[in-house]
């Protein structure tokens, strides 16, 4: 049989690994502990600093980081100032293996909220496009989806219409809607191929569930545009109720 380390190595080359780069030693190894608590099964690896532990960029750091991160998924990496991601697309350009360079992508991201977002996409099986696009996107938290107000419809054709569904909870665990419980949610969603809304924000967003700020005893309103969105709805809403195991 084989053992835990075994099936940990088995569950992180399905997913994309990220790394991340800063002048700081401390920044990266910090913000890798940080996505730790929201993506446990991702490679996440710390690219931090000098060779020495000085403030800058290491290429052979950055290379060593991406190796170590590549389990075949790919890599992400995320960097804090201009100078480091010269020195990150310097260290891809001089990977030797074509097929491993083929798979590396320097996201266009924040470093701490990119990076968050990349890790949590991983954790829930994204690809590399998908781990990319998560990153990239974290540099604002937008509501639900919404295209273009509908015209007022017929009076006599509302019965027709779509009928939304909602739920209405109270948050229950103590710290309230932070980065861990906040990461469970949006795992969840991720289950259901259904839109469905936070207070306004999509469901889907990591980043824009944590900007909500909620805390222990604010309500939560989940809600979607039709019934294809009851089931997830009302899963995330018996989440809330459990106070995520915290309780």
Known sequence: MADSND????????????????????????LVTLARQMAPHVALVAAGGMDDGGIGTSFDKIAAGIEEADHGGGVVLLCDLGSAILTAETAVDFLDDDDVRARVRIADAPLVEGG?????????????????????????????????????????ATDDLPQPVS???????????????????????????????VNGKDAHSLLGIMSLGLTRGMSVEISGPDERSRAAVDALAELIETGFGEE
Not at 184 to 189: E, G, P, Q, T
């Open 7 to 30: 099936a940990d190595q088995s569950v992180a080359a399905a997913r994309v690994g990220v790394v991340f780069v800063s002048h700081s030693v401390e920044i990266a190894s910090g």
């Open 116 to 156: 968050v977002s990349a890790a949590v996409a991983a954790e829930i099986g994204g690809d590399l496009a998908a781990v990319l696009a998560a990153a990239e996107s974290a540099g604002g938290v937008g509501s639900a989806p919404a295209g273009a107000a509908p015209p007022a419809p017929d009076a006599a």
């Open 167 to 197: 739920r209405t909870v109270t948050l229950r665990n103590r710290d309230g809607l932070h980065a861990r419980p906040a990461a469970d949610f949006v795992k969840l969603a991720s289950q259901f191929d259904a839109e469905v809304s």
